[in-house]
């Protein structure tokens, strides 16, 4: 039968049972869709196709669940998928879809259908917390235009001239390390299209135990520039309003810098320091004393202790018999990664954009501000929990002794602002506490008790349109600086842009 396409285009009774019942029948998995409810496996003797004359009815359960529908029309037909015109109890029109689900194509389907019933859990919280207020809209669907997620739903409240975005972290497929990102990009979408309500701020719903970072980074937020709120759910469907003011701990750890006494003694053997003398090769010595040899950013020997490692991939312990196979891997990182390379192809040469932009802004940051001492400059620390972050995170002094974090990314991030913010908080907090100076880093170069400056620094059309979207809602305390290099930064790095905060090129 070819897939017929049209609102209503077969509601002849009999007509509708042959092609259902022959989708059935050429099925693997046949399942049946409805917004808002887990999908009902279509399995023998667990479902009935009723019929009289041009009505059809079609009623399944499972062992919890019953449901009824009046079948009124298809709406279309393609392999492996039937949409469905239905009548609910009291004649309300809805839709159905019955889908293969073991066809790689209904992927997308089941997955929208999660969606759909976690959008529904999620106007159930909004109904609960929010009584008085009308939901005046709810939509998991994908905006383009406006960087907006299917997979975050969202929603507008109001009341009277009042308004607040809201939006939802599902308990699986989301993130609430991206739920801010998102959620301020839709307070802000509001505000522009909502030119006759006020929006007040953002209310954002995350899953019970993950509400401790979102509150973190909310504190440092303009409370000038909007209101939040924040709700806990449970698996249970429970909501809870979280209070900020609880939430001031960090997760944050500041090891004492190697070469202080507080710290092991960093050695470097003849092997690796014979291998730091080759071209092209740069030598990181880290704040734990271990010492890691690179080649524009890909790291080829790290010391372990009292080891010595090598390998890109895989790495193997190393002794002086390994000397000349370490120095030609050496070699072929420096011939595959170059500015000057003719392969751009080559896995080698688009291996890890970020290191290498690290590695061009350790050796060349002067370039990015003259006031910022070349060294040390020291990698991610303090350390925290939090994964892989997608960012490079440096963190320098200038010459007023002012601490300056610098987040590195080479390629487009809709969450850098919300990343380098995580980073910031935590040296901002050692700083306060003088840890930096008593743990030996910085040596020789009097700190200043001041907020840090933030920097970040991207080619200049690798910086996400949202970025100074997000950067609007930051608290003014945060002194930020988005510095644009010029698209051939691997050849050297040349600063096309830099703007204070959210302000726009002229």
Known sequence: MQPSEGSGADTNGGGMRASIERFLGSSRRPALLEPGLDPFPLEAERYILTGRGDTLTIQVWDDTRNLVRRIVGIESEKPGRIELHIERFGKRAGRLTLVDLARPTSANVERRGKRSIFREEFRRFLAHEFPGWRIAELSTEVNLEYSLSPVYPRALLKKGGTGFAALAVPPVGGSSSEALSFGLIWLDHLRHRERRSTISGLVLFVPEGQEHATCLRLRWLDPAAAQYRVFAYSPEGFTESVDLADYGNLDTRLDPCAGSPHAPDCHITPLVERLASLPGVECVRSSDGSVSLRVRGIEFVRTSGGRVLFGIDRMVEASERDAGEIERLAQELARFRSAGASDHENPLYRRQPERWLESQVRAQIDR????????????QVPAFTAGERGVIDLLAADVSGRLAVIELKASEDIHLPVQALDYWMRVRWHVERNDFTRL?????????????????????LEFHPTTETILRYFSPEIPIERIGLAVEWRRGLRVVFRFEGARKPV
């Open 368 to 379: 990015l501000d003259a006031s910022i001492h070349s060294t040390p400059v020291y990698g």
């Open 440 to 460: 030996g880093y910085f040596p020789g170069i009097p700190l200043a008790n001041r907020p840090p400056r933030l920097l970040l620094i991207a080619p200049s």
